[in-house]
C-alpha cells in the first residue's frame, strides 16, 4: 500500500467506526512457557549471555509463533497490530549484549507482522503494522543516582539515534505507521518523535504515528510527573494521527483519564488499558466480559477512536472489546480555540481577556 493510500485507509477507518488494536504480547508469550533454548534458536544457540526473557529476539529465533499471535488478534478482531519490538532500541537491548543487532530484530519483527496481516487483509478491510517505539529502560529526565541529582543514564541525543534506527528498521520490514508507547517520560517520547519526523522527511515518506502514554498510578500523572493535558500539550506539536494511554492501569481505573484526553485532543484518542490492576503473583485478573462492558462504557460516552489492550489482555479480551463497539460511533474530534497551551507539570492555558 502506497503512503497516500495507507494514509487515507486510515483516516476512512477512524472516520467510520471504532478501530481496534490488538493485545498484550508479552502476556501471550509468556503463556507459551518458552526454554532458554527456544529464546536462543539455533541463531544464538552459542550466545555468552542468558536470553530467556528477550521476547523481542523471537521474531528472529521463533518467527512461526510470533506469526500465530498476531494472526491471533487479527481473527479476533484487530484492525492494527503491533510489531514485536518494545524494547528493540540498542539502549534496552545493551541487557542482552545485542545492540548491535537491532536492525534485525526490528526487520523481522516488522516482516512477521506484516505476512500475518496481508494474510487476513481484504479490499473491503485493510489491516495495519504499527512499528511499535517502546520507552526504553532509562528516562532523560529524571536521575538514577539519589546521590546526584543532575546525572542522566541517557540523553536526548542518544535517544534519538537509537529510535531513528529502530524505525527505519520497522518500515524497511513494512510497517504502515509508529505507535510511540508506554510514554513514561515525555522527554523520552519527543526523542522518539524527533526522530521518526527526521527519519520521514529524509526519506520523503508521509509515516503515521500513535502517540499514547501510561498514567502510573491513582496521582494521574506519569512517572515524571506530567497530568494528562500537560502531557497532551507537551506533545502535541508532532500532530499525530491519534494520541492516547495505556498500561499501569485497568479499565475502571484509566477511564477518568481517557476522559480528559477525550474532551481535549483534536486527534482521534486511543486507549488500551491493562486487563485490570495485577494481583499479588502479577498476574491480571480482569475477564473479557468484563472489561468489555466497560469498554463499551466508554464507547457509549464518546472517548473512543481506538481501543486495544496491554498487559494481560487476550484475544479473547480483544474479541469481546470489538462486539461490545461495534455498534457505537467514533469520537467526533472537537475543534479547540487557538489559545496557547503550556506545560510544565501542570497545563497552562493563555487566553485574552
Not at 483516516?11 to 490488538?22: E, H, M, S, V, W
Not at 532458554?36 to 523471537?58: I, T
Not at 519527543?190 to 502514554?213: C, H, R, T
Not at 486507549?271 to 468489555?292: R, V
Amino acid at each position: 500500500m502506497t503512503a497516500p493510500r495507507r494514509r487515507d485507509a486510515l483516516n476512512t477507518l477512524l472516520r467510520d467506526r471504532i478501530a481496534i488494536l490488538d493485545g498484550g504480547m508479552g502476556t501471550m508469550i509468556q503463556r507459551l512457557k518458552l526454554s532458554e533454548a527456544q529464546y536462543r534458536g539455533s541463531e544464538y544457540a552459542d550466545w555468552h549471555c542468558d536470553l530467556k526473557g528477550n521476547n523481542d529476539l523471537l521474531s528472529v529465533t521463533q518467527p512461526a509463533m510470533i506469526e500465530q499471535l498476531h494472526l491471533d488478534y487479527l481473527h479476533a478482531g484487530a484492525d492494527i497490530i503491533e510489531t514485536n519490538s518494545f524494547n528493540s532500541t540498542s539502549i534496552a537491548m545493551a541487557d542482552y549484549d545485542m545492540q548491535d543487532l537491532v536492525h534485525d530484530i526490528n526487520l523481522a519483527a516488522a516482516r512477521v507482522a506484516r505476512r500475518a496481516a496481508d494474510a487476513v487483509a481484504t479490499a473491503e478491510r485493510p489491516r495495519f503494522v504499527a512499528g511499535v517505539l517502546g520507552p526504553t529502560n532509562r528516562t532523560a529526565s529524571i536521575s538514577p543516582d539519589v546521590n546526584d541529582p543532575g546525572y542522566r543514564a541517557v540523553n536526548f541525543d542518544q535517544l534519538v539515534a537509537a529510535y531513528r534506527q529502530a524505525t527505519h528498521a520497522l518500515v524497511e520490514g513494512g510497517a504502515d505507521l509508529i505507535l510511540i508507547e508506554t510514554i513514561f517520560d515525555t522527554l523520552n517520547a519527543k526523542a522518539a518523535v524527533f526522530a521518526v519526523d527526521q527519519y520521514a522527511y529524509e526519506n520523503g515518506l508521509d509515516l503515521p504515528v500513535m502517540i499514547s502514554g501510561t498514567i502510573t498510578d491513582a496521582s494521574g500523572r506519569t512517572l515524571t510527573g506530567q497530568t494528562t493535558e500537560a502531557f497532551y500539550n507537551s506533545l502535541r506539536h508532532a500532530r499525530p494521527l491519534s494520541i492516547g494511554l495505556n498500561c499501569a492501569l485497568g479499565p475502571m481505573e484509566l477511564r477518568p483519564y481517557v476522559e480528559e484526553l477525550s474532551r481535549i485532543s483534536e486527534f482521534a484518542v486511543s486507549a488500551h488499558p491493562n486487563a485490570g490492576l495485577p494481583n499479588e503473583m502479577g498476574e491480571y485478573d480482569l475477564d473479557a466480559a468484563t472489561m468489555a462492558r466497560e469498554i463499551r462504557g466508554w464507547a457509549q460516552k464518546g472517548f473512543l477512536n481506538i481501543i486495544g489492550g496491554c498487559c494481560g489482555t487476550t484475544p479473547e479480551h480483544i474479541a469481546a472489546m470489538a462486539e461490545a463497539v461495534t455498534s457505537e460511533q467514533p469520537r467526533l474530534i472537537p475543534e479547540r480555540s487557538r489559545h496557547l497551551s503550556l506545560s510544565g507539570l501542570e497545563p497552562l492555558e493563555l487566553t485574552e481577556e
